[in-house]
């Protein structure tokens, strides 16, 4: 996949959140690693499952290098900074994975509990979204815990399609094709 500089040109952006706090959305740095490891130990058990579905009590080194260092042309990966009170702490956080020469990515996305519910996830996928499409993705695609009601109906307000997994009836699966420009016809 090509990597497109207009999307990403639009990092880092600033959000005012709808009960008036202040973030910036940027790229994720290898220097974020203490600020993520701070953002996972501040997570609730229920988001932890809910995000890794498993119980996770830390996040394993290699898991660490991994999230602060997406691999060049099929990873990118996004976080969102407190800019007013806690400043430069990490509240949210979403990127997304593909195979070599494949033409759909998979994401993962993540908010801070005492953050929950005032859009931080829908500026995060409005920007990752941006950003596959223009790396030149055709779909996008999630699997989301059958019980994430949140997950499901953050992904079905962007127009994602919620589908069974076949191997599991615990997951779906979103489905969003980028191919289209929003909006289009
Ligand atoms: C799922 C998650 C990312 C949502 O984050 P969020 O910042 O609270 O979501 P937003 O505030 O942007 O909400 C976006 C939409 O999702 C839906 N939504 C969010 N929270 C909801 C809730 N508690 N109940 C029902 N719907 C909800 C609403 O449709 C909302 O639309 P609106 O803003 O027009 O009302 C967050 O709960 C989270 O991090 N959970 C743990 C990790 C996880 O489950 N990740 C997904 C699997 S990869």
């Not at 932890?48 to 260092?69: G, V």
């Amino acid at each position: 996949m090509h990597e497109n500089a207009s999307a990403e040109a639009r990092l880092p952006s600033r959000a005012t959140l709808r009960d008036g706090r202040r973030v910036v959305l940027r790229q994720i740095l290898a220097q974020d690693k203490a600020g993520l490891l701070a953002a996972f130990h501040r997570l609730s058990d229920d988001s932890r499952y809910t995000r890794f579905m498993a119980s996770m009590r830390e996040l394993p080194d290699a898991m660490l290098e991994s999230a602060t260092h997406p691999v060049a042309g099929r990873e990118f990966a996004l976080v969102a900074v407190s800019d007013d009170g806690e400043a430069g702490a990490i509240v949210g956080g979403a990127r997304y994975a593909a195979g070599p020469g494949s033409d759909t990515c998979e994401f993962a996305i993540t908010v801070a509990d005492d953050w929950h519910g005032v859009g931080l996830a829908k500026c995060l996928m409005h920007s990752l979204i941006a950003v596959a499409r223009a790396a030149g993705y055709r779909n996008m695609e999630g699997y989301v815990l059958a019980s994430n009601t949140s997950m499901r109906r953050l992904a079905r307000g962007l127009g994602f399609v919620d589908t069974a997994c076949p191997e599991d009836s615990t997951l779906r699966v979103v489905v969003l094709g980028l191919a289209e420009e929003p909006g289009a016809a």
